[in-house]
């Protein structure tokens, strides 16, 4: 089992420019998260899908994000125009989606916008 | 709304010495409880959960108990090793919709001495 795939592993961009995060996560897992770690705020759960489809994206800072899973094995998070203060690491991470069933991270992308 | 406040950081300590990471949450139910460990340059992995009252959770020596007249979920290991340098986080299971999601604590960083 290859674990939760994220890429790319690093990311630098320039404010304005589009970037998109993407995720693959373990094969028959139902649910997935996106989250952000900041030193400031610490983890912050952004979205989260169940069978593909958005449960709670409550998390999503504003119209500038956007997440989508077209299918079971892949999801992305855009973020257009990027900022500075969007400088963080994003985690994906993925669960059987049963009550009390763990959480498996990905290893998470440093994104940095200059 | 469902939230975890862990004690903040750093915590610095000799090896071999007594750890105790405070964790305090509310919730509305009956969540779950969890700590999750994230080493330098990678993603959370879970380190132990505990799933109803008085239950106690317990891996590579470290341990924690849910205890509901508190609502309190403290790790503590009798004796730590320079290994176990990493960022702790408290996290609880919140049920209340389709599916579960889980919710972080702040997070705690740990740092041993040799």
């Known amino acids: 089992d290859a674990g939760v795939i994220q890429s790319p592993r690093h990311e630098v961009t320039e404010m304005g420019q589009e970037v998109t995060l993407r995720c693959k996560p373990i094969s028959g897992h139902n649910s997935l998260f996106w989250y952000r770690q900041t030193m400031m705020r610490g983890l912050e759960l952004l979205i989260y899908f169940n069978n593909n489809v958005p449960i709670d994206d409550s998390g999503m800072p504003e119209d500038r994000f956007s997440a989508k899973m077209p299918n079971a094995s892949f999801s992305t998070l855009k973020i257009q125009p990027s900022e500075p203060r969007d400088s963080a690491v994003y985690f994906c991470?993925?669960?059987?989606?049963?009550?009390?069933?763990?959480?498996?991270f990905g290893s998470g992308t440093q994104l940095s916008v200059l | 709304g469902n939230s975890v406040t862990q004690m903040e950081g750093p915590v610095t300590l000799s090896e071999e010495a007594f750890l105790t990471i405070n964790c305090t949450y509310t919730a509305t139910g009956y969540p779950s409880l969890f700590w999750y460990v994230q080493y330098p340059g990678e993603g959370l992995q879970l380190l132990l959960k505990a799933t109803k009252a008085d239950d106690k959770g317990s891996n590579k020596g470290f341990e924690a108990t849910y205890r509901k007249e508190t609502t309190s979920f403290h790790l503590e290991k009798g004796s730590v090793q320079v290994s176990d340098s990493a960022v702790y986080f408290c996290?609880?299971?919140?049920?209340?919709?389709?599916?579960?999601?889980?919710?972080f604590g702040s997070g705690t960083r740990l740092s041993i001495r040799p």
């Open positions: 996290a609880l299971s919140d049920q209340r919709s389709s599916a579960s999601k889980i919710i």
């Open positions: 991470a993925s669960s059987t989606g049963l009550t009390n069933e763990k959480l498996f």
